[in-house]
Nanobody
Framework: QVQLVESGGGLVQAGGSLRLSCVAS????????MGWFRQAHGKEREFVAA????????YLADSVKGRFTISRDNAKNTVYLQMDNLRPDDTAVYYC???????????????WGQGTQVTVSS
């Protein structure tokens, strides 16, 4: 059974940093694109970041460019999201994803984690 388990969420003040981790189990994801989405209360789920299997190309939403960084450690089957200079509008549940069926920005992924809450206070 495939599982994606996120950790690292929490409460932080504006301007602060958090690092989210996502550990994949049940199969190897070393050749699969992985990424992050988020969903704020009352809003649609939106793309945040993605990284190809080779740790080469990365993709970031315009709203997080210059502040967030995505990386992965294939030996640990883990993907990370380093979030710096956080803002109140970054508050959301963050979901780890793996194996997109199409564009990395779409929500059409085979695997989703259960989500981790990030709250940024002003």
């Amino acid at each position: 059974q495939v599982q994606l388990v996120e950790s690292g969420g929490g409460l932080v003040q504006a301007g602060g940093s958090l690092r989210l981790s996502c550990v994949a189990s049940g199969r190897t994801f070393t050749t699969t694109t992985m990424g992050w989405f988020r969903q704020a209360h009352g809003k649609e789920r939106e793309f945040v970041a993605a990284i190809r299997w080779s740790s080469g190309p990365t993709y970031l939403a315009d709203s997080v460019k210059g502040r967030f960084t995505i990386s992965r450690d294939n030996a640990k089957n883990t993907v990370y999201l380093q979030m710096d200079n956080l803002r109140p509008d970054d508050t959301a549940v963050y979901y780890c994803v793996a194996a997109p069926r199409g564009m990395v920005h779409s929500t059409n992924y085979d695997y989703w984690g259960q989500g981790t809450q990030v709250t940024v206070s002003s």
